[in-house]
């Protein structure tokens, strides 16, 4: 938006570092702070990062390669490299994803493997195989006992983790009325609950299956170009996607979790003779600003906020609760293809085609508390009140003819 342009905000609504900047709203009041804490050098373009679920660590994927970082001191404790791979042209790693206990990582890459990484032996323990075209996206359930994969073949996979021979669930996009020709799946979301999986498609819809079933059983419609990301809300009840339309959309979805038969509706395609029916998932809040494709978005741990990366190198922060930009973070010197925050709080990651990483704090800016001492004197008969804050230390003399104010 305009009115984040640095050129034209005051002094005290930007924050500028030797390679990066924050430019805050100055129509809204700032209640958001940011800044850069690591810059991590990479060999290629960073296609994604992602966070571990207590945010000690940071994975990063690139060409051949996954990297993971510790997000205290900026240090790489981690190298992973399938050395049997074939040699020749490239192999990106599209997508990264720590198992909840945080022993294992999973990578999906260019040659439609999905690679199950034990970290403390940085050795491959299992391959998941079967998806006909490169792999986009990876997500785990909270209970780390699914992993879910999208793909450019028009599928999300749903694998089990404790039976690596059980064949995945398979989530195929075959809608007559698809909006053009190619719908791979780009990303893939699975709900807190465990209960559904989101997936976003290069044909502008984002649709939701029933894990337990892998019935459809929404498609939202209203992207006018291809879906890039979606995510979940950490309540379930929201969903936000992104979209090459420069746009980012929130989805009510509270209705699933009423509808307890929502699935056998969507599977028959109308009334499932049930008392309840199903409650659409309407579009709530449109999120413009960006001046290019959104490639990435997440929404903080506890629910305040929606982060996005573009195409047109900036990220931005927006309200969950009303879509207005509160700050643009600035400093990539290509695409920002990735983002993610941290599952405790506090931290943003990027990943970029400048062949870099980025580690920020993002915190909360609060009024100074405010403490109250009251400290008698019986010779005096009166009290005084220490009000003690970060702008101005007062003392206020409280007597019979009312309060008077003394500056020190």
């Known amino acids: 938006p305009d009115e984040l342009d640095i050129h034209n905000v005051p002094p005290e609504y930007k924050r500028e570092g030797t390679d990066w900047c924050a430019v805050f709203n100055p129509k809204v009041k700032r209640v958001l702070d940011v800044q850069l804490v690591h810059n991590l050098v990479h060999e290629s373009v960073v296609c994604c990062v992602r966070f571990s679920s207590d945010g000690k660590y940071l994975a990063t994927g690139c060409n051949r390669t996954a990297q993971i970082y510790d997000t205290k001191t900026g240090a790489k404790t981690c190298v992973l490299t399938d050395e049997t791979a074939g040699k020749a042209g ?46 986009y996206s990876l997500d785990f359930s909270l209970d780390g ?34 909006l053009n020709g190619d719908a791979g799946v780009t990303s893939v979301a699975i709900s807190p609950n465990g209960q559904f999986v989101a997936a976003g498609s290069l044909d502008t819809v984002v649709r939701i299956w029933d894990v337990a079933t892998g019935h459809l059983v929404e498609r939202l419609r209203g992207h006018r170009d291809s879906v890039y990301s979606v995510a979940f809300t950490p309540d379930g009840e ?32 109308g009334s499932s003779g ?11 809040m449109n999120f413009t600003g960006h001046k290019d494709y959104v490639l990435s978005v997440a929404v903080s741990h506890d629910g305040q906020w929606v982060v996005s990366g573009s195409k047109d190198r900036g990220v931005q922060f927006w309200d969950a609760r009303s879509a207005v930009v509160q700050c643009m973070l600035q400093g990539h010197k290509n695409s920002v293809i990735s983002i993610d ?20 704090k993002c915190f909360s800016i609060r009024r100074a508390p405010v403490f109250l001492i009251r400290v008698a004197f019986r010779e005096l008969r009166s009290s005084i009140i220490a009000r003690v ?12 003819r009312g309060v008077e104010k003394e500056n020190m």
């Open 341 to 360: 925050l941290s599952p405790t709080g506090g931290l943003l990651a990027t990943g970029s085609g400048d062949w870099q990483a980025r580690i920020c």
């Open 90 to 135: 490239d192999l990106y790693i599209r997508s990264v994803c720590f198992s909840p206990d945080g022993k294992l990582l999973a990578t999906g890459a260019e040659d439609k493997q999905i690679r199950i990484w034990d970290i403390s032996k940085k050795r491959i323990v299992r391959v998941f195989d079967g998806h006909q075209q490169e792999i």
């Open 145 to 178: 006992r699914l992993i879910v994969s999208g793909s450019g073949d028009k599928t999300a996979r749903i694998w089990d983790m404790a039976n690596a021979d059980a064949p995945p669930k398979v989530l195929t996009i075959n809608d007559p009325d698809s």
């Open 389 to 400: 804050s970060t702008l101005e230390i007062s003392f206020m003399k409280s007597t019979n």
């Open 274 to 284: 049930s008392s309840r029916e199903k409650i659409p998932s309407p579009c709530t």
């Open 238 to 269: 929201g969903l936000v996607s992104g979209s090459l339309d420069k746009t980012l959309k929130y989805w009510d979805v509270s209705g699933l979790l009423l509808s307890g038969n929502a699935n056998a509706v969507a599977a028959t395609g």
